[in-house]
């Protein structure tokens, strides 16, 4: 684990080690292109790519489904919940309670307004028709992925919310389907990876089309919804990468829960980034001991040493100012202000997934239980995009109502303007109806 100082070499060298491992490997494109293609392809029926979908399961994840197991029926759904104690239950039942709290604030209405005599405008809101979504269930499962994607769909109105996510041994995992009934998920299928992606995109005999794909995935399932939403077949969520964090802290910070706040990020995988900040030297060599101590005691240590050792680093900056500058171009999935007065620093964050203030609020407070979602940008691209919510299963409608009146008065510009960009009917369809006031 390093220490370095801002507009060193090695804090250069950091900054584009890191902006570049969301980049995928061309391989990696061929791979999900050829994927998608074959179960995309026109001239299959859908038996066709049922079948195509099953044998990319069985040779990439490793089991085997057909027809008749690749969904989750209620029987299974039914048993496998069972297999959930109460205790854990509670806990998911408490996650899905706190984040419909939050999200139910989100909710928007249709709504209009007279612009002026005879001139109605306004917005009409209407729920997607089926969202799909994707949950990671290789290494791990991830429950709350489940809660975090479902419950905002579910308040938005979503009527049919599909889930699909990878099962070891062909079995779905108790944990994701307690989350998914919890949660208001109307279908499950036990199928993961680019395959599942095109299938939802394409729909399959077994898979329904959805209209929209959100979740997380690795890099192959990253590509898979960037192909099939650059082919116009259904809107995603965001091409999410590798997870991060970014801690801003001064001399009122603890160095051990630092340190715990980085290897709580560095253990998702080996490509995840955890960064901290601070203008305290004496805090950074502290936090670099109690990162080498805490590492010994956990399970996932080799994968965390490997984040640390390539996309980890402990940065020396001038000031807090300074800190804060780098934040903003960091631009990271999650921003926490380990510092005394965290609010005082809060409107000078341009730049954020998710901002934690003070001592008392860890990232993992918000990966389950805190409300906010935790599908969140990455790889800087919280520069522009935001946090899954309510606003992701909706879609926008304009609404407009002109009067005869509020038709002449506007008319003749409307053609003039069809006029200047050289569309001849769009100006007859305005001067038609001009022509028939007159008479």
């Keep these: 684990m390093k220490i370095i100082h801002t507009d060193t070499v090695y804090h250069k060298q950091l900054l584009k080690k890191i902006e570049d491992r969301g980049l995928f490997p061309d391989e990696c494109w061929e791979i999900v ?15 066709k790519k049922d079948q195509e979908l099953f044998r990319y399961t069985k040779m990439l994840d490793g089991y085997e489904l057909n027809a008749d197991t690749v969904a989750v029926f209620p029987e299974e759904m039914k048993s496998a919940v069972k297999q959930v104690s109460a205790e854990d239950l509670a806990v998911l039942r408490l996650a899905v309670e706190r984040v419909k709290r939050f999200h139910q604030k989100k909710l928007i209405g249709d709504w209009s307004y007279n612009d002026e ?12 028709e089926r969202v799909g979504i994707y949950a990671p269930g290789g290494l791990a499962s991830y429950p709350s992925t489940v809660i975090m994607a479902a419950v905002p769909a579910k308040i938005a109105g979503v009527p049919e919310i599909v889930l699909v996510t990878p099962s070891k041994g062909g079995k779905v995992n ?29 729909g399959t005999k077994s898979i329904p089309r959805v209209d929209k794909i959100v979740g997380p995935g690795n890099a192959y399932v990253t590509a898979a919804k960037l192909i099939v939403y650059e082919m ?10 590798p997870s991060e964090v970014l801690i801003i802290a001064d001399e009122s910070a603890n160095a051990s829960l630092v340190a715990a706040d980085m290897l709580a990020q560095a253990e998702h995988d080996e490509m995840a980034s955890a960064i901290c900040l601070t203008p305290d ?10 990162i080498e101590l805490q590492l010994t005691s956990l399970q996932r240590k080799s994968i965390a040493s490997r984040a640390l050792n390539n996309f980890g680093a402990i940065i020396v900056t001038r000031d807090i100012n300074q800190a804060i500058e780098e934040a903003n171009r960091f631009a990271p999935e999650h921003l926490e202000l380990m510092v005394k007065n965290p609010r005082e620093l809060l409107s000078k964050i341009k730049h954020a997934g998710a901002i934690f203030l003070g001592h008392n609020t860890p990232e993992t407070l918000g990966d389950y ?9 990455t790889g800087g691209a919280a520069r522009f995009s935001s946090p899954l919510g309510v606003y992701d299963f909706v879609k926008r409608s304009s609404v407009l109502s002109f009067s005869k009146d509020a038709l002449l008065r ?7 303007f069809a006029e200047l960009e050289g569309l001849e009917a769009h100006g007859k369809s305005i001067e038609k109806r001009l022509s028939r006031k007159k008479s």
């Design 369 to 377: 239980i805190a409300g906010p979602c935790h599908i969140l940008p």
């Design 232 to 241: 116009g077949r259904c809107g995603i969520d965001m091409a999410a990468g």
């Design 174 to 202: 108790p944990l994701m389907a307690a989350a998914a009934k919890l949660s208001g998920v109307t279908q499950i299928f036990k199928i993961g990876g680019a395959q599942a992606i095109a299938a939802l995109a394409f």
């Design 281 to 290: 030297e004496n805090l950074a060599k502290k936090v670099v001991s109690e």
């Design 117 to 128: 005599e005879g001139i109605e405008l306004g917005q009409r809101i209407e729920p997607l």
């Design 410 to 416: 506007y008319g003749k510009q409307a053609a003039r």
């Design 33 to 47: 292109k050829e994927i998608v293609k074959n179960i995309m392809d026109k001239k299959k029926n859908p038996e």
